[in-house]
């Protein structure tokens, strides 16, 4: 069954930098494009970073433009969200997901406070 399990985040400062992690299994991986959402208090889920499955080609929300890098290594099934100069607004449950045969998958997601 697919599973992706996300890890790396915490409490940082702002300005300060986080790397997140999501190991993917379950499918083939390196055949599918993946995605980090990102869900605040009170507000509704939100894309924030795809990347194709060769991984040459990424999407980034505006809010996230310039400070946020999506990479991925095929060989390890891993999934990577680089995030530098991080703001107050950027806290909130980062979420990695991948679209496989129609349905949504989703990790458990993993907590990132931006706050002195």
């Known amino acids: 069954q697919v599973q992706l399990v996300e890890s790396g985040g915490g409490l940082v400062q702002p300005g300060g930098s986080l790397r997140l992690s999501c190991a993917a299994s379950?499918?083939?991986?390196?055949?599918?494009?993946m995605k980090w959402y990102r869900q605040a208090p009170g507000k509704e889920r939100e894309l924030v970073a795809s990347?194709?499955?060769?991984?040459?080609?990424?999407y980034y929300a505006d809010s996230v433009k310039g400070r946020f890098t999506i990479s991925r290594d095929n060989a390890k099934n891993t999934v990577y969200l680089q995030m530098n100069s991080l703001k107050p607004e950027d806290t909130a449950v980062y979420y990695c997901?991948?679209?496989?045969?129609?349905?949504?998958?989703w990790g458990q997601g993993t907590q990132v406070t931006v706050s002195s």
């Open positions: 990347i194709t499955s060769g991984g040459f080609s990424m």
């Open positions: 997901n991948v679209a496989y045969r129609g349905q949504n998958y």
């Open positions: 379950g499918f083939t991986f390196s055949s599918y494009w």
